[in-house]
């Protein structure tokens, strides 16, 4: 099913995981995958982690989702040294085990790189490429709510956008965004823009001061609002303090952005078990089933 088919219909809740580092198990990001099909997600991703590393081992994570048959599974892919030819393969054998969704990503460009290395430099060629050859996925793009590090203006960047909308996207995942006021100035340009895509907003919980600084400031260019500024200072010798107000941050955030109406939250899990399992029954959105692990 694609999911876009869903967010016809409600606000979908999602969570995102990255597949472990190579060499070693995989067993403990199973053991969260089953604990966080509690609470019932629409979708589930899997992402190649921060700056296209251990890509080999995604598609076994989306596979073992999608065995679980508990969530939809989405891939993320890049253009990262990918070609035509390897695209379409591992494109065919995602579909031959029942993943029909992706999240297509120019993604990062490893430092010392001038370009992706493969066949298409940009998001939309990619898009364009996959709606052409692969008519039945579901595909999502990438939209930055503070702007694409590497673009000058907004104006530009929506128009990527835009384009991205025209070669065949069917939503946008957002950036991670702590600022809701651009976030509401931002689809307000969208709309301008034409674009008139579902939006599902990414969540970043807030549980590591490092963690928090390398995704905002060091990677993406990402503003901290006072309220997060606060945190970061108050605790910031103190990891424990720091995790408890971020957790209470972060239910607050969802809070917001379900106010403002976002088509769907999408929370990065971190592959973390129990914090993530605080802020989501924190925010109300799902109760924990009670059930000890229901799966498999
Ligand atoms: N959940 C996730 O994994 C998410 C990841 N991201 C990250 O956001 C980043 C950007 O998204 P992507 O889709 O990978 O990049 P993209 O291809 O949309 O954009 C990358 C840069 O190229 C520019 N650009 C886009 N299309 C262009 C074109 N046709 N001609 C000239 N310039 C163009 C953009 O303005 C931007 O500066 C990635 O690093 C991705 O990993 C963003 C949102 C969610
Ligand atoms: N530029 C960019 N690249 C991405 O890959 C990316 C984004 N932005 N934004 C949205 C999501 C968020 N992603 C994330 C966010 C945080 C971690 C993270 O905190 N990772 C831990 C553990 C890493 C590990 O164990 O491998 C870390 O400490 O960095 C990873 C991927 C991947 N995505």
Redesign the pocket.
């Known amino acids: 099913m694609k999911i876009a088919d869903i967010l016809k219909k409600k606000m979908t809740f999602s969570f995102?995981v990255f597949p472990p580092k190579e060499k070693q198990p995989i067993e403990p990001l199973i053991n969260t995958l089953n604990q966080l099909y509690q609470f019932q997600p629409d979708f589930v991703?899997c992402?190649y982690g921060a700056g296209g590393t251990n890509v080999g081992r995604n598609m076994e994570i989306c596979h073992e989702i999608k065995k679980a048959g508990m969530a939809i599974p989405m891939t993320?892919f890049?253009c990262i040294s990918n070609t035509r030819e390897g695209i379409k393969r591992e494109l065919e054998e995602y579909i031959s085990k029942g993943v029909e969704n992706v999240?297509?990503?120019?993604?990062?460009i490893p430092s010392g790189w001038e370009d992706t290395r493969g066949d298409f430099?940009?998001?939309?060629?990619l898009i364009a490429f996959i709606k052409e050859n692969f008519p039945d996925m579901g595909i999502a793009?990438?939209?930055?709510p503070e702007k694409?590090?590497?673009?000058d203006t907004f104006e530009?960047?929506i128009a990527?956008?835009r384009?991205?909308q025209d070669a065949g996207a069917d939503f946008i995942?957002?950036?991670l965004c702590y600022d809701l006021e651009q976030f509401e100035r931002w689809v307000e340009m969208l709309r301008k823009a034409g674009i008139h895509l579902p939006i599902v907003v990414?969540v970043m919980p807030v549980l590591n001061k490092e963690a928090t600084l390398r995704m905002t400031l060091s990677m993406?260019g990402c503003s901290i609002p006072r309220e997060l500024a606060e945190i970061i200072s108050r605790y910031y010798n103190n990891p424990e303090d720091f995790k408890k107000a971020g957790k209470e941050y972060t239910i607050k955030q969802i809070f917001r952005y379900m106010n403002l109406g976002v088509n769907g939250i999408?929370i990065?899990s971190l592959n973390k078990y129990e914090d993530v399992s605080e802020i989501v029954q924190g925010a109300g959105w799902r109760k924990n089933l009670d059930q000890k692990v229901i799966l498999r």
Not at 103 to 108: F, I, S, T, Y
Not at 121 to 125: D, I, K, R, V
Not at 148 to 151: A, G, R, S, W, Y
Request: hydrophobic content about 30%; glycine content about 8%.
């Open positions: 995102e991703s992402t993320h890049t999240l297509a990503l120019r993604g990062d430099q940009h998001a939309n060629q793009a990438a939209g930055a694409h590090i590497q673009c530009e960047d990527h956008i384009m991205k995942m957002s950036q990414g993406n999408h990065y």
